[in-house]
């Protein structure tokens, strides 16, 4: 490890808004507020100290920085939920839940706005400001034991796409409830939808390439695979793209630095790792820029921003017409990694049978299972639709959750395990 002296200083100015509806018109509002300061200093142990404030001019006591005062000037424009005019916004949303009549459901409005300054001993400050509006639909149906979740998020406004959401709302529960009792046996092409899809390549390979689980041993991949074939020849990652709304209000990472590339993956060849300024030193190598934490009273860590799959050279449909049996995952729930057992499992909330290359019998909720490794490198086929994801992906890592984004082409992957049955 090389050796190095870290000092830096983060200020948090953070509200959240949280309301629901339910199906029983019970309604719940929420708002917290957090104001606070994180101080870090490393070299061969990390120190950290967090102090709650009541607002950000009291951090002057704590810190001196000749920028200080300018980057204090917050304005703060009183983002918030109206309850009233969520309901009359998203009166289409609650009119086909209504028509559907679900044994239950409940729709979940949230605005989470966080303001943050990170001063390093020696640099200019920096700032981020990131704001996220989301709506999240959970319904139980009849003879059906887990609630159904569909959502749409935004970084722009609480305006979402009604007429898309009702539709994407009715087209799940349809799917839901016609499902067939499939049972597959063997290892079967599953072929992720553009947008969401790449949520699965997040937490299979996004986790795989975090710092700290390569320092520890115990992702399947190490720094000695940088350079080598990874994945299928057909496939390139990053982690960044400036025509993404998700990075209009983040200028650097949770530690004031950003990755000198952006590319994970280049044609199937690691190129880089997600790393923090910790962990570049502990590794010895040039990854930084990618140190997250949910709130100033968390400790930060080697987390994704973004990943991204690149088009291809496929149109979506030659995908679906190459596979004689396999399945179209269309809604994507929560995963997990298994480093242990080099496992990973991810829930499709919404999945068709693919027979003799035609779209067939509905599945409803599945699961897709398989070897890490082994699916990294059986893509067979990325079509050229890219798109973002609808806005509400998050990851859960070590107790803490943040906001993530994805985008990717429709794609085939091999080599992967379908059942009904969560674990590894």
């Known amino acids: 490890m090389n050796d190095f002296i870290f ?11 949280y309301f629901s509806i339910d199906s029983r018109d019970q309604r719940e509002y929420l708002l917290k507020k957090k ?13 950290s100290k967090s102090i709650e404030l009541n607002n950000l001019q009291d951090a002057k006591q704590h810190i001196s920085h000749p920028r200080l005062t300018s980057l204090l000037k917050y304005q703060n424009d009183e983002i918030s939920l109206n309850p009233s005019r969520l309901l009359r916004e998203n009166e289409p949303v609650l009119n086909a839940l209504r028509e559907i009549n679900p044994q239950e459901w409940k729709v979940i409005f949230r605005t989470s706005d966080t303001y943050r300054v990170i001063l390093e001993k020696g640099l200019k400050g920096k700032k981020n400001h990131f704001t996220h509006y989301s709506i999240l639909v959970k319904i139980r149906l009849k003879d059906h034991r887990q609630f159904i979740e569909i959502g749409e998020g935004s970084v722009t406004s609480p305006k979402f796409n009604q007429s898309g959401l009702s539709q994407r709302i009715k087209k799940i529960v349809e799917n839901h409830i016609h499902s067939k009792p499939v049972r597959f046996t063997g290892k079967i092409p599953v072929i ?3 947008g969401d899809g790449a949520i699965i390549f997040h937490e299979l390979l996004g986790h795989s390439l975090e710092a700290d689980y390569i320092c520890q041993h115990q992702s399947p991949l190490s720094i000695d695979d940088i350079g080598k074939q990874i994945m299928s020849k057909n496939i390139t990652i990053t982690t960044h793209d400036d025509a993404d709304s998700f990075f209009k ?3 650097c990472d949770d530690e004031g630095h ?13 190129r880089h790792v997600i790393s923090d300024y910790f962990y570049m030193n502990r590794l010895n190598i040039k990854d930084s820029g990618h140190s997250r934490l949910e709130d100033f009273t968390k400790k930060p860590m080697p987390r994704m921003f973004a990943l991204y ?10 995908l679906i017409a190459s596979t004689k049996y396999g399945v179209y995952a269309l809604e994507f729930g929560e ?16 999945a068709w049978i693919i027979k003799d290359g035609k779209l067939s019998e509905p599945l409803g909720s599945i699961i897709v299972k398989g070897n890490i490794l082994d699916v990294l490198k059986s893509v067979e086929m990325v079509a050229n639709d890219f798109r973002y994801d ?13 906001n993530v984004r994805v985008g990717q082409p429709t794609v085939k992957i091999n080599n992967l395990y379908v059942t009904r049955e969560f674990g590894f």
């Open 192 to 194: 992720l939808n553009a």
């Open 7 to 17: 000092n830096a200083d983060l200020l948090e100015y953070h509200n959240s808004w």
């Open 258 to 270: 950003s990755p000198e590339s952006h590319i994970l993956v280049e044609k199937g060849i690691l």
């Open 309 to 318: 799959v690149k088009p291809g050279e496929y149109h979506p449909d030659e």
């Open 390 to 402: 609808k806005g509400i992906s998050y990851c859960f890592k070590n107790g803490q959750t943040l």
């Open 35 to 47: 104001r606070g300061l994180l101080q870090r200093h490393f070299n061969a142990h990390r120190l």
């Open 335 to 350: 995963g997990k990694v298994n480093f242990e057992k080099n496992l990973f499992y991810f829930h499709i909330r919404e």
């Open 249 to 251: 209000g983040i200028t």
